[in-house]
């Protein structure tokens, strides 16, 4: 393609014209570099993003009854609404194919207490699948199961903090009594939960446990659905309102009240999420492209100048005998061989210093701020062509004019 | 060897044009050392840059070497150019950064002699030229005379058949001018075809033949009779 001596022309010229060398060089190493950059923290800010939505179960929705705000089908407004186990079994009957797991959940706060250490805790009766939900995932011992419900059997299972707020270190909690608001419940094992100690000070007892001791009735406080993962979103909030519509329909609340029942239903900030994240997608695109046409620009310019700068040495070759074929070729691989280099090294730069600043970044939620290494290479493949288009255009004029106005150029 | 029939050339300034040759008729046979004088406008360089195949002409006839010289593209030019023609400019026209013996090599390089040899062969030029221990110097290290000295041996390196040389002494003193002149004596006396243009009269009165140019017509081509051939 090249012989030897071709290569030797270029690399003196790259060599003995330092300052135009370094100047093509940096345009392409300063934009690969902030492109490198600027997509990482793009990337660090969408992961931070994704992260705060992924503690708890997305496919999950919370039915709560409260108090009417409007007067509907001839009662008045102010009647509280309570859920029963029946309307769990309704709900089944009616939903039970877009439904995963069905949980009763009623919660109230209570004094724990262990030998002399007490404290006021969360105290949250549930049915055992509650722990697909809460992703609380056992650590001592077991979670409650379907026979602790059918006995009604006084069991706990607590959260680490509680464990470790009333206990002595070293000393496992499974197998003890605690004292439960007056009451002796055995400790039947420990969870751990992703979502940090808050979620960690909670503690469960069976549902049935609960509505024996805690009034003898079968009244539920919440209903929390965990639907099936193959709904898709649109769909799971259709679900969820379709539900809350019937509910309605089911305590005759007004249709248009907004506390009679309300519902938060996972789904809906899932796509919440999806929009958020898609927006700054598109920024990240946006200040990518944005960073590209200002390296492409510059680097257009810089050709363009470089050639200009080279009109007379130009025409010194022509008129010793350099065909313009010659000249072209010179300043393309000239071209080429500066805008690869230095490509090479704005990656190189980049992800490095990508990867020094990213420890001190989190706390501007910019988490592991990564990018794809194509994506790199291809922004700098796609320099280097703009660099040799640029300078083609201006080498190619210069090598066809008449040697005699290159000569005269200054 | 170079021979102009009727030929013009004019430039376009705006919508006008500017006839700056008008119907040169001039015939250079081989080995003869010729002059081109003229006050500046006269169209001197211009009839040397279209000799030199630096820029074209619009009528006429141009043999060089016997060859009609037509429809030639850039590509043919440069060929032509490195074979048969020698330039040694008024500025020198020396690559800054490229060393003497590196500027001499450069038409054997585009003429694609090996690296070692080029280097060989432009070294025994640069002795030619009495510049053998300047091998290493970029032009900026060099006076005016060495420049030229160096721009001449650059001219015969690729050993064409015609050196044109557009004011040659126009950038030196007169001391330096007339080693300049020595050397391009020397060369004609080795045989060499020397096309050489300028405005000095004692310069052009070292020639074998004064070529006076005015208004893009030759007015007089006369020999001069102080110059014995060897």
Known sequence: MFDLDGWREIFQSIGKNKLRTVLSGLTITFAILLFTILLGMGNGLKNTFKSFFSRDAENAMFIMPNRTTKAYRGYQSGRRIEFENEDIDFIQKNYGDKIEHIIRRNQRQVDISYNNKKSNYPLIAVDPEIQFLEMAVPFEGRFINQLDLNKKSKVIVIGRMTKEDLFPKGISAVGKYVNVGGLAYKVVGTFTDPGGDNEERLNYIPITTAQSIYGNNDKVDQINILYKSDLSTEQAIAFGNGLVKDLKDRYDVAPRDQRGIRITNRAEVVQGTKQTSGALDMIVIIISIGTLIAGIVGISNIMIYIVKERTKELGIRKALGATPKSIIKMIMFEALFITSIAGYLGLVIGTGVLRIIAPGLEEYFIKDPQVDSGIVIFATILLIISGIIAGYLPARRAAKIKPIVALNDE | ?230
Not at chain 2, 146 to 157: D, E, G, P, S, W
Not at chain 2, 165 to 179: K, M, N, R, V
Request: aromatic letters at 6%.
């Open chain 2, 1 to 230: 060897m170079i021979k102009l029939e009727n030929l013009h050339k004019s430039y376009p300034i705006g919508k006008d044009s500017l006839h700056v040759l008008k119907g040169i008729n001039l015939h250079i046979k081989e080995g003869e050392f010729v002059s081109i004088m003229g006050s500046s406008g006269s169209g001197k360089s211009t009839l040397l840059n279209i000799v030199g195949l630096l820029d074209g002409h619009d009528k006429g006839e141009y043999y060089l070497n016997g060859k009609l010289i037509e429809n030639l593209d850039e590509k043919k030019a440069a060929i032509l150019r490195n074979k048969f023609l020698g330039f040694v400019f008024q500025s020198f026209n020396l690559i800054s950064y490229k060393t003497a013996l590196e500027n001499i090599a450069l038409p054997l390089y585009y003429k694609g002699i090996h690296r070692k040899e080029r280097q060989k062969i432009a070294m025994e030029y640069l002795e030619k030229v009495d510049l053998k221990d300047w091998a290493n110097h970029l032009p900026s290290e060099l006076s005016g005379g060495q420049k030229q000295r160096i721009a001449i041996a650059r001219a015969l390196v690729t050993q064409p058949k015609v050196v044109l040389a557009d004011e040659p002494t126009g950038a030196l003193d007169s001391t330096t001018s007339q080693s300049v002149m020595e050397l391009l004596k020397e060369i004609n006396n080795e045989g060499m075809t020397v096309f050489v243009i300028t405005h000095e009269e004692d310069i052009a009165a070292q020639t074998d033949r004064i070529v006076r140019l005015r208004d893009g017509i030759i007015t007089s081509d006369k020999k001069t009779k102080q110059r014995e051939k060897v």
